[in-house]
DNA sequence: TCGATA
DNA sequence: AACGGCTTATCGA
């Protein structure tokens, strides 16, 4: 045994390990900085849960060596609000619960993955800090160093009705994250004309591997290649990257290995996918499989290491939760290059020419690069991503590894697996939830083929108004799923005296004697967050970055545990729970403008959870404020002010300017991403002519301020002054090529793409296909509006400007504008006919 | 012109 | 592989 007495172990993961057929754990040894693999020492057993007695299925006929033992146990069921004596079979290895399951029918928690049960069972939290107790073979939780941080006094007292989870949960905020060695890892590998190399056929050699590591080393593996030049040292590699050159792939791999065995966590981009299974094939192929520390597993598309603990950064920044709630949607693509300059502002290192061809320094510089990015991919701004990974996984209670492999469904369900573990509730089956609760929506939803109804939008005042304040409450849906007591076993409860508790709109009622467990869970996140991190986030202190990455985290995690409920997909999906939700959110909102307008105050408009309020006085927002808290049992604050707000007809389209000037812009069509730079540019400049007004007079002046510009815009496009990349109009391709229905312009673009390449293929390769196609789905694909038959070419296609269709660009100078216009009240078609003014446009 | 698709 | 609501452009019948 690797463990020492009294010494203190962060867990990382847990694993099933196949040669103990039970639970592997990987931990962080704090003493001596290394990763270390030991197997359950708790004796944990695999096992599923029946309701029939234990004679009945005894009595069924269970081949040799499935059932180990049977015995019973009392659970309580929550959806019958009852004690049940549950029958366990218990089975000798985590393989033989689906043979049981398959022989007894109707099972329960045998569809959860063993080494996930592990961690519900034996409570053992992934991320925190334990001691090793070899008297009883206990992990000890330990209270060690934390980040200095704990739950002040007065916000432990406003938490009092949590006082299980507060204690349950507390150690998951404050712990430290320990300091562990990292390093990132790149490879990259020779190839030849036109073809990629792929993981599953790894037939060219790895010509060179970079690792950058947390103490700022940089070491690259080249492999000698007598037919490519040396090429010169880029001016700006880092000049400590150590070098170390092979004359064999054999050489080259064996270092390779030995510098990954010495770290605790190996981080990559796309290493799941392509390096490591990469890595370890050609491992084979040389027959030096034996010293690959690298694990495959071809099912789960994942590479684990024995010792270390993988971390792909291209699984985490592709979560839609990360991308959006964490990181506030910065990249628009999930590519390596788009990533680290949208989060570093540093790219990938360019290239003129295949990697199979560069001079091995220009190698060296792109391969290195890579590592780097990578590398501070996890580590930026103090290690919010890491330490982001930590917490999220201790709260959610799922191995680091997992976590950053998975979406945020399974973050959810882990955390209510665990709950209802810990809790002593039976977890339902999916049929059970349908049956009790039914599949139809009390609600109709309004856009067709969505499943219940939504939030309220409310139509804008069109106008320029100024002065207006804008309240919203705080996490509406999970504040209203703990506030009116929400859960799959609350909704629609037994109690004959709950049934007055009804949801408004809807004919559903809610429990009221008994506190639902969704709505506790979330509610006390939701607390936390609010009441303790939210305050501390905004105070100027030492830890303020800290508290921001936590209430980020959890930002993360209780927007999406409503949205599960509504998921069909989801083993706690409950349709009258996510129903409920939305419909006491439509409540909320309603009455609230019910409130103000008899309070006099004008509301110009307000979406979901936020209202515009027109000039309201300090004491009218108090009494709305205070009233929401006290009637509608739901927290409202004040947002935001406007100097002015500028709203069109259209719902969620408008653009408000802050008192210092700043403009903030909803919606509209020039911040798109599909909008042609020219546009986008255009936009720009004309807020920033509208953020400088300061009231209704100085708008005349902007007014024509902007006019000049639309003109002068209009005159570029007929004179064909723009670039064709001014002009490109760039639409993702969302499927593969062969998938689409529908020639749609950027389908046609990316088709005119794919047969322009297959063509030069096959000239330079005396007729023959390409096997690979160079259209992926996900792709952006960049386009110009011209006169040609497909009416589109494609960027890359592009060589004559007078193709370009210019009618189709000056319409699409209208209908942008006009959004604006709309509500400013200037006329487009008096535009297109006025003189251009040069000198005022320049001015400006 | 209108529903479907993106 | 969390939800629904809203807007715009284009296709194809």
Redesign the pocket.
């Known amino acids: 045994m690797q463990l020492k007495a009294g010494e203190d172990y962060f867990v990382l993961s847990t694993v099933y390990d196949a040669n103990t057929n039970g639970a592997g754990i990987k931990l962080y040894d704090v003493t001596n900085k290394k990763v270390i693999y030991i197997t359950d020492t708790y004796g944990h057993e695999p096992y599923c849960y029946s309701r029939e007695s234990p004679q009945k299925i005894e009595a069924l006929k269970f081949p040799d060596g499935t059932v180990k033992r049977i015995d019973t146990l009392l659970k309580s069921d929550l959806l019958n609000a009852e004690e049940i004596n549950l029958t366990r079979i218990v089975t000798p290895t985590p393989s033989e619960v689906p043979k049981v399951r398959d022989i007894v029918g109707e099972t329960w928690e045998s569809r959860i993955k063993y080494h996930q049960n592990w961690i519900y069972d034996v409570q053992i939290v992934p991320g925190r800090r334990y001691w090793w107790d070899p008297k009883q073979e206990r992990f000890i939780p330990s209270r060690s160093e934390s980040f200095g941080l704990d739950f002040p006094k007065a916000v432990i007292d406003q938490l009092s009705q949590y006082a299980g989870l507060l204690d349950e949960f507390r150690d998951d905020f404050t712990q430290e994250i320990p300091d562990m060695p990292i390093v990132a890892c790149d490879i990259e590998t020779d190839s030849t004309e036109g073809q990629f190399p792929q993981a599953s056929d790894p037939k060219f050699q790895i010509i060179c591997i970079c690792f950058a590591d947390n103490e700022d080393n940089e070491i690259a593996l080249v492999l000698d290649r007598k037919d490519i030049e040396k090429g010169t040292k880029p001016e700006d590699i880092s000049p400590d990257i150590k070098i170390e050159r092979f004359e064999t792939e054999e050489a080259l791999l064996r270092r390779c290995f030995e510098i990954l065995k010495k770290y605790s966590i190996i981080t990559s981009f796309n290493g799941d996918n392509f390096d490591f299974p990469y890595l370890h094939e050609r491992a084979k192929q040389l027959k030096i499989g034996s010293l690959s520390p690298i694990k495959w597993n071809r099912r789960n598309k994942t590479c684990d290491f024995e010792q270390g603990l993988h971390l792909d950064l291209y699984r985490f920044y ?4 990360i991308r ?2 964490a990181f506030g949607n910065k990249y628009q693509e999930e590519n390596l290059d788009t990533i680290a300059k949208a989060m570093l502002g540093i790219g990938k290192v360019s290239l003129d020419k295949e990697i199979f061809r560069l001079p091995e320094w220009d190698l060296i510089y792109y391969c290195s690069r890579d590592a780097k990015i990578t590398l501070d991919l996890l580590l930026f701004e103090n290690r919010t991503p890491l330490v982001l990974m930590f917490i999220l996984a201790r709260i959610s209670r799922i191995p680091i590894d997992d976590l950053v492999r ?5 973050w959810v369900r882990s955390l209510f697996y665990y709950e209802h573990r810990r809790r002593g509730h039976l977890i339902p089956n999916p049929e059970d939830i349908q049956l009790s609760k039914g599949t139809q929506a009390s609600s109709a ?4 083929g ?8 409310i139509d804008p005042i069109p106008g320029v108004h100024f002065n207006v304040a804008v309240l919203d409450f705080a996490s509406l849906y999970p504040s209203i799923i703990s506030t009116f007591n929400l859960s799959y076993e609350t909704i629609l409860c037994s109690h004959a005296v709950c049934r007055d508790n009804v949801v408004p709109q809807t004919k559903y009622w809610v429990c009221r004697k008994n506190r639902g467990i969704m709505a506790d869970i979330i509610g006390f996140i939701k607390d936390v967050r609010v009441q303790w991190l939210k305050p501390e986030s905004k105070k100027d202190t030492m830890n303020k970055e800290f508290y921001r990455i936590l209430e980020r985290s959890l930002k993360v995690l209780i ?2 545990s ?3 409920f ?5 083993p706690l999906y409950c349709l009258p729970v ?1 129903d409920s939700t ?1 419909a006491y959110g439509r409540d909320a909102i309603e009455r609230t403008i019910q409130k103000a307008q008899n309070l006099d105050i004008k509301v110009l408009y307000g979406d ?1 959870d936020s209202i515009f309020l027109y000039q309201p006085s300090k004491d009218q927002i108090d009494e709305i404020i205070q009233w929401s808290q006290r009637d509608l049992g739901v927290g409202l604050e004040m947002e935001k002010v406007y100097r002015y707000v500028v709203l069109s007809e ?4 408008y653009f408000g300017v802050y008192p210092d000037s700043s403009v903030d812009v909803k ?1 509209l ?1 020039g911040k798109k991403r599909n909008t042609p730079l020219f546009l986008q540019e255009a936009f720009k400049q004309v807020l920033r002519i509208l953020s400088h007004v300061n009231s209704n007079e100085e708008f005349e002046q902007a007014k024509k301020d902007v006019k000049d510009l639309v003109r002068y815009i209009y005159k570029k496009l007929e004179k064909r002054t723009y670039t064709k990349e001014d002009l490109a109009i760039t ?1 993702q391709l ?2 593969p090529l062969s998938r ?7 389908v ?1 673009a990316a088709q005119q793409l794919e047969k322009s390449y297959q063509e030069q293929y096959k000239a330079k390769h005396s007729g023959k296909k390409p096997t690979t196609s160079i259209i992926k789905a996900g792709q952006l694909i960049r386009f110009i ?1 011209t006169r040609s038959t497909d ?2 070419t494609a960027l890359e296609l592009m060589t004559d400007n007078s193709q370009i269709d210019v009618k ?1 660009y000056t ?2 100078v209208d ?2 504008f ?2 604006l216009f709309g509500a400013l009240d200037i006329d487009v078609v008096e535009l297109a006919t006025g003189q251009v003014n040069l000198m005022e446009f320049f001015g400006s």
Request: cysteine-free; hydrophobic content about 30%; proline content about 2%.
């Open positions: 592709h979560n839609v939760a959006s709630y998975t979406s945020v469904s399974n939803a309004i856009i067709k969505k499943k219940y109804k939504g939030a309220t939008v927007n999406a409503y949205g599960v509504g998921s069909d997909r989801f996510a939305t979901t259209r719902k969620k389209n919606g069509m639409i969302t499927q689409y229905k529908v020639r749609a312009p950027h046609k509006k009416r589109v189709a319409s699409m209908s942008i006009e959004q």
